[in-house]
């Protein structure tokens, strides 16, 4: 069975026209609104596709400039995952912050728990960096958990680290997302006994996992396959790739690790069970600079199609989640800026040496702001050893499939878990199951999409 989902795809053209064209088109939403009625099937696959930084001011950007690379004025163009029947909003605040980070949104939307700031996988009785409390706190899973345990398959890719805050929440429990190798870990940790999320990653029944993040599951002293330069960071001595490999093959299931493009196209789907891909040393490149990479890495689109050709074999279906890391009019004083624009960010700097030295904000006449290596300009620095920084504003959820529906309104995010769980029939909520029927025609494919676009939107 073959599944194309390509998100970033534009899939219509509406030029400018008289008031007659504005009124067919409307039409012709509304009988298409008004035909419409609720899946209430049962959602055999479930996959979530999280763009992380794509906030609605980004999806903006992205539709215009799809629009404009099509030789349109890009406004009235439209994205795919626009044209999912069901949209919501949802609050993405952590119960400490107002503003959240990617682990406590992460462990909400799939386990449907709110909770802190920089927490994996436990509720908010935990304590922020404090092993012992493990302890005593309250664990959650996610639906992939939820999903191994009625015998589907599952699988996690990323164009992040497989260690980072949003896979981690699939897999790990955690009281710190930064512990994602044993070096990280702190004396306290390490005397009560805290897991690294690399190694939890290793115990899991994941079945396919790829993405960046080499560095956490290489010991110290081993040079790094593709940047001879560095080295693996584990200080335990332990290969967790090699754990992976001979925890799955004991278990009688036909599984690879692989760690290039050339490995990853040679990867045979009917006879691989279980693939762990680990493409970079940290983070996987971004798409533009993708040609660049040394070794050659995969796209995330054909990194998604790979994990699902895997999946779909198993007849009690899959949950996969899907992570992609995403981050001129005149203004008054007759410059040009962009429409595109962040609170904070390493562009502060040119920002604050333009307003000292001319009194004016940097004049970006000429410049190319679509290269890869532009740095938006920003009003607040951002710190050198910061990764990234969040917004606290609502972002939205769209969904297709069956019980989409049920996704409406202004919601905690924590509510995105409830419904993917109620639609595939997994965790508690299952009352419903006996008489939920399982496609709606022969050729239908079962399957529940739910795009969070911008769960955690930039600042």
Known sequence: MRLYIILLLLITRVTAQ????????????????????????????????????????????????????????????????????HVALMKTYNTDYQVADSAGTATAFLTGSKTKFEIVGFDETIETGNCLSERTATKVYSIIDDGIAEGKSTGVVTTARVTHATP???????????????????????????????????????????????????????????????????????????????????????AKYIWNEEEFDAIDVENTDALLGLFERSHMQYEKNRAKDVAGEPSLAEMTEKAIQILSKNEEGFVLLVEGLVDVPMGDDGLPYTTLAYMNGYGFRRVNESFHENGMRPNLTGVRTDDPSYIQDALVPLYEDWEETHGGQDVAAYAIGPMAHLLHGVQEQSYIGHVMKYAACLGDNKDHCQNAGSILAPAALPILLVSIIALLSRS
Not at 32 to 38: I, S, T
Not at 67 to 77: A, D, H, I, P
Not at 202 to 230: A, C, W, Y
Request: charged share 30%; aromatic share 8%.
């Open 168 to 254: 981690a929440a699939a897999y790990a429990h955690s009281p710190r997302r930064y512990w994602e190798s044993d070096a990280d870990l702190t004396k306290e940790a390490k005397m009560n006994g805290c897991i690294d999320i690399a190694a939890q990653l290793v115990e899991h029944d994941l079945q396919v996992v790829m993405g960046g993040g080499r560095k956490s599951f290489f010991p110290e002293n081993i040079t790094d396959i593709e940047n001879p330069e560095k080295s693996g960071k584990r200080k335990d001595g332990r290969f967790l790739t090699q754990e992976w490999l001979d925890r799955k093959r004991d278990a009688g299931i036909r």
């Open 18 to 85: 008289p008031a007659e064209h504005w009124k067919s088109l409307g039409q012709d939403v509304l009988r298409e609104a008004l035909n419409r009625r609720p899946n209430e099937n049962r959602a055999k696959n479930v996959v979530i596709f999280l763009g992380d930084g794509m906030d609605i001011i980004t999806t903006t950007a992205s539709r215009i400039y799809k629009g404009q690379l099509k030789g349109n004025t890009g406004e009235e163009e439209i994205l795919v995952w626009e044209t999912f029947p």
